[in-house]
């Protein structure tokens, strides 16, 4: 009994107590509700509102994974032999301890060669309906395939020899075993296990402890913004459990936008999906730029008064545009650092390849 109600008292002291107070005494099974920090009825009106548009993050995205598919996949994201020289991993581009992202317009891969694209954070990334900005890959686990035979980015000459690197290294076979009953290595395997791993990189953020009733959670300006931010419409687009990620768009909807890349058009051979890109998940997006599908505007501001005029047509004026990027700011989240955290690299064995600056 005791124990039960341990966990409930300090959900309680942590909810309603500075950080300094003393712990709160147990609460009895029937405690009246914790006092709120009274709501305005537009306050309740507006979580309502915001309710219907946006929904709180879960704690895991998509199917269920072992604790020891998770263990793997950390081990694989964090695994540099998966490049040709040794020097890149996933977490080069998508670095977890600065919001799954490396804050380059575009990102250094193999002897520093750049794409055409910027990298988009992993972080809360399986929400998505598909994965890249033109979303040619269905899942995060169809992803993971992508980088490491990418010769501008991880390099390795194909499938046969990521598997044998992997395989190459003794400390993987029981992880392999641990996580799919034996120790084969297949390339599929690697892909799942990356995949596991990323469906648990979600940052919950103080909106979705708003959405969730706590009204407190949010400042009176990021109330304003988020107010403003469903009024201009950016919710047609950047929407859902993602505040993104949900849907493909025109850039230049509205106004035509000047761009190079022709998005998804590359992958249907659609006219009507020349300029088209995944509207961007802006969770955590005050801490992701630069921006765009090309990194090339790095202040928010801007990204968000193109977005009210390609986008919407509008020009948004000074106090809106605030107000929006304060919203934003809100929808910053916290890694369980744990979860994330490094694991000391495991040692290579007499196969293992060296690394090839070539
Ligand atoms: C050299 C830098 C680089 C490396 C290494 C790299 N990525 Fe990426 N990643 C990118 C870029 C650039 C894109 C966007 C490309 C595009 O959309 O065409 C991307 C896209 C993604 C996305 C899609 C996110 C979204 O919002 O659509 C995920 C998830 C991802 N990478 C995970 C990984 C994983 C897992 C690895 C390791 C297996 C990895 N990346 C290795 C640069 C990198
Ligand atoms: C008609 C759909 C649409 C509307 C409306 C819209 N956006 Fe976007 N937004 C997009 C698309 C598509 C992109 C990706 C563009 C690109 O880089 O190619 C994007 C990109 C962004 C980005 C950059 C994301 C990143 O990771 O670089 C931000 C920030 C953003 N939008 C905010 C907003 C705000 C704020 C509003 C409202 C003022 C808004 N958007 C309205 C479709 C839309």
Redesign the pocket.
């Known amino acids: 009994m005791r124990n039960a109600l341990l966990p409930l008292a300090m959900l309680i002291a942590c909810a309603d107590d500075p950080p300094t107070a003393p712990p709160a005494p147990p609460a009895a099974p029937e405690a009246p509700e914790a006092p709120e920090a009274s709501p305005t009825s537009d306050t309740t009106a507006l979580a309502s509102r915001a309710n219907a548009v946006f929904k709180p993050l879960p704690t895991w995205m998509g199917d269920k994974a072992s604790a020891d598919m998770v263990a793997l996949g950390r081990q694989l994201y964090y695994e540099k032999r998966l490049s040709k020289n040794h020097d890149i991993s996933c977490n080069s581009c998508h670095q977890l301890d600065a919001f799954g992202q490396d804050g380059e317009p575009t990102s250094p891969g193999h002897k520093g060669q750049r794409g055409g694209r ?1 990298s ?1 954070t992993s972080l809360n990334a399986a929400l998505h309906i598909a994965q890249f ?1 033109d979303g040619r890959a269905e899942d995060v686990e169809a992803q993971a395939k992508g980088p490491i035979l990418n010769p501008i980015e991880m390099a390795i000459a194909d499938e046969a020899t990521a598997v044998a690197i992997i395989a190459s290294i003794p400390g993987y076979a029981p992880m392999f075993t641990a996580a799919y009953g034996d120790d084969q290595v297949t390339y599929d395997r690697m892909a799942d296990a990356i995949g596991a791993f990323e469906r648990g990189l979600v940052t919950p953020s103080p909106v979705d402890a708003f959405l969730k009733g706590d009204a407190s959670a949010l400042d009176a300006e990021q109330i304003a913004g988020m107010e403003t ?1 469903m009024d ?3 919710t ?3 929407n859902g459990v993602g505040v ?1 990620g949900a849907g ?4 230049g ?1 509205v106004q035509p936008y000047e ?1 190079k ?1 022709a ?1 998804r058009f590359d992958v249907t051979g659609l006219e009507s999906d020349r300029f ?5 998940s ?1 969770r955590n ?1 005050t801490q ?1 730029g630069p ?4 990194g090339s505007i790095t202040d ?1 501001s801007e ?2 008064r193109i ?2 005029k390609h ?2 047509g509008r020009e ?1 004026d000074g106090a809106q545009v605030g107000g ?1 990027v304060a919203f ?1 700011g809100a929808l910053e989240g916290k890694l369980d650092a744990e979860y994330a955290k490094e694991p000391a690299t495991l040692a290579s064995g007499p196969a293992t390849p060296k690394p090839d600056p070539s």
């Open positions: 910027n988009p900005w931010y201009v419409g950016c047609t687009c950047h993104g493909y768009f025109k850039l909807m761009t890349d998005g088209v890109f995944k509207a961007p802006l997006i992701t921006y765009l599908h090309d928010l990204v968000v977005m009210g986008q919407l948004l929006i934003l």
